[in-house]
């Protein structure tokens, strides 16, 4: 499928996104955010997912001029309709979502680096909530994901200061999994990106699972999960191979089932 908005290309089982409004620091408009959400929604037979930004932005936060598209309810109508269904697609990714962070992330572009299992963030690259400053509130699932990430105190001051956190304090934080020098932000993400993509895809896409309900779910909830999930991997092609690869010192080679 074409898209106008982003790139989609496909290298093995690796799929790569990227957000293609240089122009305007790949900033999203409503458009952009459902053809994020097309393309989550039918990975076809992708085990892993690279998303970057086109240019000197990731994304520079929802594209304020496309407002004026008819619809009615404005940016709450927006939010529920486009925004938050993409966010929550690239969150409940059956396969690892790693986001290459190369410039800019503000407001929903900074939700969508979030989002991801990982996010490489380029030393030049900054974070920022800026909604406050013009009398607004974070949104894109943000509020959710920035006190998850870096706990109450430092959400509320990146939310009610609006302060830019550049990358190698993003990654001081736990924000981002690294900061990288910019020249060598896509060969890293890249790599991690197909660590993830040859891995055990089952266990990785139950892992992710696991992780979402521990952070709202009870331990006993957790437990009964676990057990499931391991039930599942344990019964898998890869769970076979890599029993086989320990017992003969060598390295395991996962297809995915």
Not at 50 to 74: H, I, M, N, P, Y
Not at 178 to 195: F, G, I, N, T, Y
Request: aromatic letters at 6%.
């Amino acid at each position: 499928m074409t898209y106008e908005t982003i790139r989609v290309t496909r290298d093995g089982p690796l799929l790569t996104i990227t957000l293609n409004r240089p122009d305007r620091l790949n900033a999203m408009p409503p458009q952009m955010a459902d053809e994020i959400c097309d393309v989550f929604y039918d990975l076809g037979d992708a085990r892993a997912v690279l998303v970057t930004g086109e240019g000197k932005g990731f994304c520079s936060g929802a594209d304020l001029s496309a407002r004026s598209t008819g619809e009615k309810g404005g940016s709450h109508k927006a939010l529920q309709n486009h925004y938050n269904p993409a966010i929550s697609q690239v969150l409940r990714a059956p396969v690892p979502v790693i986001c290459a962070v190369n410039g800019p992330a503000a407001g929903v572009g900074c939700s969508l680096a979030l989002a991801a299992d990982f996010t490489i963030a380029s030393k030049n690259a900054y974070f920022l909530q800026a909604f406050v400053n013009i009398g607004l509130v974070p949104d894109g699932g943000s509020t959710w994901l920035l006190s998850r990430a870096i706990g109450r105190a430092r959400a509320t001051r990146m939310m009610m200061l609006g302060e830019k956190i550049g990358g190698e304090q993003a990654e001081e934080w736990g924000l981002v999994y690294k900061a990288v020098e910019p020249d060598q932000l896509m060969s890293e993400a890249r790599a991690l990106a197909e660590q993830l993509a040859n891995g055990p895809t089952q266990a990785i896409r139950m892992i992710k699972e696991n992780l979402n309900l521990a952070l709202d779910g009870t331990v006993q909830q957790v437990f009964v999960q676990e057990a499931e999930a391991q039930r599942i991997a344990g019964a898998s092609e890869d769970a076979k191979e890599g029993g086989m690869a320990f017992l003969e010192k060598r390295k395991a080679e996962f297809k995915g089932a």
